[in-house]
Nanobody, 125 residues
Framework: QVQLVESGGDSVQSGGSLRLSCAAS????????MGWFRQAPGKEREGVAH????????YYADSVKGRFTISHGNGKNTVYLQMNKLTSEDTAMYYC??????????????????WGQGTQVTVSS
């Protein structure tokens, strides 16, 4: 059974940092891409960062570029999101997503077949 489990969400003060983790399990083959999305109350889900696991190509939303870094573990079944210089605008539920096959780049949320349950990030000013 395919499963994505996020962790690392917390409450921090503005200017602080957090590192989110996403562990993927149950896959029989290699994943193509993984990504992080976020959704704040009353707002649409937003793609934050993506990584193509074949070549480590990454993509970032303009709102996080220069502050967030997506990376993966050696086994490529774990993806991380290092978040620095957090602001209240970053407050949201953060979701991990994975896809086994290629498609559009950067991936849209509809391109990902598998999703985690989310981890909450709250930034207070």
């Amino acid at each position: 059974q395919v499963q994505l489990v996020e962790s690392g969400g917390d409450s921090v003060q503005s200017g602080g940092s957090l590192r989110l983790s996403c562990a993927a399990s149950g896959y029989t083959g290699r994943l193509n891409s993984m990504g992080w999305f976020r959704q704040a109350p009353g707002k649409e889900r937003e793609g934050v960062a993506h990584i193509f696991l074949g070549s480590d190509v990454t993509y970032y939303a303009d709102s996080v570029k220069g502050r967030f870094t997506i990376s993966h573990g050696n086994g490529k079944n774990t993806v991380y999101l290092q978040m620095n210089k957090l602001t209240s605008e970053d407050t949201a539920m953060y979701y991990c997503a994975a896809r086994r096959y290629g498609g559009s780049w950067p991936p849209r949320d509809g391109d990902y077949a598998d999703w985690g349950q989310g981890t909450q990030v709250t930034v207070s000013s």
